[in-house]
């Protein structure tokens, strides 16, 4: 079956633009993660959805990131007045469950460059 | 607070050679490990878990957790090893961790010909 899907694959933006960034689960894929990939940070975990609740956000770095989840599925992780920090690749991943018991999907990553 | 060191950032071997990538982690419990490893323009996928101590593609792992590492292990290295690696732990299932997983810092691991 079809893999996670994110898009789009590039943004770039100006610096002080909002940006959306677009994750498709695996279909029945109930837990969902985002992770961002740095040169500076390596791979950082932001935010965890089971179903469309998101119990874990300890890891987004500012009140400028958000993300949700409808419908159990597709997840936007949304940034406000953009910064040339967050450039980075942001990554989905979906699994059966949000215990930890099964591998994580990775999606082919989102590649934001803010100018 | 749980963290994953790879003290490499680069590793350069050639073919037949035998490769170790390090992997140091501190947790406070009992931790699943794991190595993803992403190809040139494809996507982070797991390559093995120290659970389930099989050998992919030649590679093992194995849990010491007296010294708390999971270095990853080529006997005789190929060409199309050459890709990034990452180390990474998730803490205990059904916790509060909620399967996230802590990664390393990766190591790009080039093999010559």
């Known amino acids: 079956g079809a893999g996670v899907s994110q898009s789009p694959s590039n943004k770039v933006t100006e610096k002080g633009k909002d940006v959306e960034l677009r994750c498709d689960p695996i279909?029945?894929?109930?837990?969902l993660y985002w992770y961002r990939q740095s040169l500076g940070q390596g791979l950082e975990f932001l935010i965890y959805?089971?179903?469309?609740?998101?119990?874990?956000k300890s890891g987004l770095p500012s009140d400028r990131f958000s993300a949700e989840r409808t419908g159990g599925s597709v997840s936007t992780l949304t940034i406000q007045r953009t910064q040339q920090e967050d450039s980075a690749v942001y990554l989905c991943?979906?699994?059966?469950?949000?215990?930890?018991?099964?591998?994580?999907?990775f999606g082919p990553g989102t590649r934001l460059t803010v100018t | 607070a749980q963290r994953v060191t790879q003290p490499e950032k680069l590793l350069s071997v050639f073919k037949g050679a035998p490769v170790e990538l390090k992997c140091n982690y501190s947790?406070?419990?009992?931790?699943?490990l794991f190595w993803y490893v992403q190809y040139s323009r494809q996507r982070l996928q797991l390559l093995l878990r120290?659970?389930s101590r099989e050998s992919i593609k030649g590679f093992t792992a194995d849990l010491n957790k007296g010294e708390t590492s999971f270095h990853l292990k080529k006997p005789f290295a190929q060409e199309e090893d050459s890709a990034m690696y990452y180390c990474?732990?998730?803490?205990?299932?059904?916790?509060?961790?909620?399967?996230?997983?802590?990664f390393g810092q990766g190591t790009i691991l080039t093999v010559h010909p």
């Open positions: 991943a979906s699994t059966p469950d949000g215990w930890g018991s099964y591998e994580q999907y």
């Open positions: 279909s029945g894929h109930t837990a």
């Open positions: 959805f089971q179903g469309n609740s998101a119990p874990d």
């Open positions: 947790y406070s419990g009992s931790p699943e």
């Open positions: 120290h659970i």
């Open positions: 990474a732990l998730r803490g205990n299932a059904g916790g509060t961790s909620y399967g996230k997983l802590t």
